[in-house]
């Protein structure tokens, strides 16, 4: 299975998932669900414009190792000195690609939330659920310790060069999350009803940015 997409002289993606279909070694005529070609040995019907047995295990056997191709762009792109995420840019289409496309959609957000595929502010590449975008209130109250404090788990800012569109794709698809004053304050009351020794600090440091921000 290969998959094929044009790039812009910094090796940005351009393709448009519009014009993006399954290939048989010639082009059929079902879109693939992705800013990409898809290339692989579908069992087609006589026309060869349509996939035969859409739903048969062979041919989702096919679109689900697109997953394992798109772990190989991902390691492209982390070695590429200029465009550092346009994997990212390659997600599946919420408006193309028909229902039987979905194991090779599943297989890539799968591939995606696995792999070390989306840059940090420390210059290293971390799994999408490490990855936390804090709103203008947080970043300006709590430091990046905090927030880890916080939601009790590792976290790491994304990378400057993600840029908001990008950023707000990827919080739409729930890839990564967003972190605001009203999420940390759940965080700190859930926290709370286990422990209120250890979470004493956190509802302090959550009320204070939550004043903060509403005054």
Known sequence: VTISFEVDDQHRPVSDPEECYLFNFLPTDERSGFPFDVHADFLLEPSRKALAWRDGAYNQWLLYRVGDTFRKIVEHYRDL???????????????????????????????????????????????????????????????????????????????????????????????????????????????????FSRASTAHLLVFAAALWEYW
């Open 81 to 195: 000195n200029a465009e550092r995420v346009g994997h990212l840019r390659l997600l599946p289409s919420q408006k193309y690609g028909l229902d039987h496309t979905s194991a090779a959609k599943d297989a890539v957000v799968e591939a995606l939330n696995d792999e070390d595929s989306t840059p940090g502010q420390d210059g290293g590449y971390h799994r999408p659920g490490a990855i936390v975008v804090p709103t203008y209130h947080v970043e300006n109250v709590f430091t990046k310790s905090d927030v880890k404090h916080l939601l009790g788990r590792a976290v790491e800012y994304p990378a400057e060069s993600m840029d908001e569109s990008l950023l707000s794709t990827l919080r739409g698809r729930s890839i990564i999350e967003e972190v605001s004053v009203e999420s940390l304050l759940k965080q700190s009351e859930d926290s709370a009803r286990e422990d």
